[in-house]
């Protein structure tokens, strides 16, 4: 099967910054894989549903959750096929279990959308 790996994170107090890395060289490498599919973050907290956080095409033209408030930087590396988030600011409701997903057909923040996903890397932000 294809992997997402994602990397990055761990525990920060609140204002902190946190870059988060998703490694997708097998997938856009798989000759199966749509060259125009979007690859995006999404996180899950506790008790909560799974958010969209931000999503990208290989064009690196990026669409951001606007409770995000411009505080995450969405950027897609075509020479390392890794999908970085930058997070600046973070506060305690931040906290999440964060998730690179890709396929997605369309540029949406909804995750039925997306086909495959990585296994999540956590983020904790202490007040």
């Known amino acids: 099967a294809v992997r997402l790996v994602e990397s990055g994170g761990g525990s920060v107090q609140a204002g902190g910054s946190l870059t988060l890395s998703c490694e997708a060289s097998e997938y856009i490498n798989n000759r199966h894989t749509n060259p125009r599919a979007y690859l995006a973050w999404f996180r899950q907290a506790p008790g909560k549903e799974r958010e969209g956080v931000a999503v990208?095409?290989?064009?690196?033209?990026?669409t951001y959750a606007e409770f995000l408030k411009g505080r995450f930087t969405l950027s897609w590396d075509a020479v390392k096929n890794t999908l970085d988030l930058q997070m600046k600011n973070l506060q305690p409701e931040d906290t999440a279990m964060y998730y690179c997903?890709?396929?997605?057909?369309?540029?949406?923040?909804?995750?039925?959308?997306?086909?495959?996903w990585g296994l999540g890397t956590q983020v904790t932000v202490s007040s």
């Open positions: 990208t095409d290989r064009s690196g033209l990026a």
């Open positions: 997903a890709a396929g997605g057909v369309t540029r949406t923040l909804d995750a039925r959308f997306f086909t495959i």
